[in-house]
């Protein structure tokens, strides 16, 4: 009698751990890594979130933005860590095609975990308004009419990728040209020196509200009042276009279940904030929270889309 009880007392120990482990978490400060910079869309949601969470958490909760590369070095970074205080926040795009477009990456992608989603970048295609097109078959037309003398831009190598993708297609023959800097490609844009561009809306809207760039289409799977009146490429007959930025948090492994879980609940809880909420909106994102369950599913999608999308372009991953 005695062994069994104290077998049931070592079994309600072992299933009890996991949740004292988490209620537990953070013992110390909580590290967020962007891959961008300060001001971009996935900045802005982790430093409003970082706030929240802090106090929620009782422990410091910072933002650090590990920028360039591709992406690489911040996620090498972050995994590197090996760290259950250390997240990633980022846009899916940042690395999703990652692995259909290097032979050998200095991280595992193995290593990612999907710990919540926030939100949803709107992802724009703007050209200049001097360029006189309104939609997407404008320009296919006028790219069409002018082989060779346009050019484009994208931020984001699945961005870059996809655009790519809708040009073949349509069969165009429009030239890539690539930038460091995406606001000097805007910038660029602007002048009408490239006539396409490829990005997060925050990123073109201070030349759209300018007058100086137009909005000719959106990739999300749905309309946005961010973007008024604006179709999505879908929509307009080009759905190689189509893509959702899913901005979220990230795990390494070494972060266990339950903690993952707890993350989520906190998170979700206050991207539905309606203060969080129109700080999020006004940066041009649609909030879209989600557990890990949903985010791992979304981020399959896109995988899924990405290989079909480098299908199509006929992209040989670099060694």
Known sequence: MLRRLLSAFLVSLVLAAPVAMAQGWPQRTVKLIVPLGPG????????LLSDR??????????VENRTGGDAIPALTQFIGANDDHT???APSSTFIAHPLQY??????????MPVVRVSNTV????????????????????????????NFHAITSLNDLQ????LKVAGLDVVRVPYRDGVQALNDLAEGRIQAYSSAF???RPQVQAGKVKVIAITNTQRTDTVPGVATATEQGFPALEFDGLIGAFSTRVMS???????AKDVMEFSRDPEIVSRLTTTAQIVNPGGPAAFAKALDDQRKGAAETVRIVGFKAAQ
């Open 40 to 47: 971009s869309g996935a900045d802005i949601g982790a430093r």
């Open 53 to 62: 969470l802090s106090k929620r958490w009782g422990q410091p909760v910072i």
């Open 87 to 89: 997240l990633l926040f």
């Open 103 to 112: 032979a050998k990456l200095a991280y595992d992608p193995k290593e990612l």
């Open 123 to 150: 992802i724009s295609i703007t050209v200049p308004a001097s360029l006189g097109v309104s939609t997407l078959a404008e320009f296919v037309a006028l790219a069409k009419k002018e082989p060779g003398k346009l």
């Open 163 to 166: 655009f790519q993708a809708f």
């Open 202 to 204: 925050a990123v073109a």
């Open 257 to 263: 279940e339950e903690v993952r879980e707890k993350i």
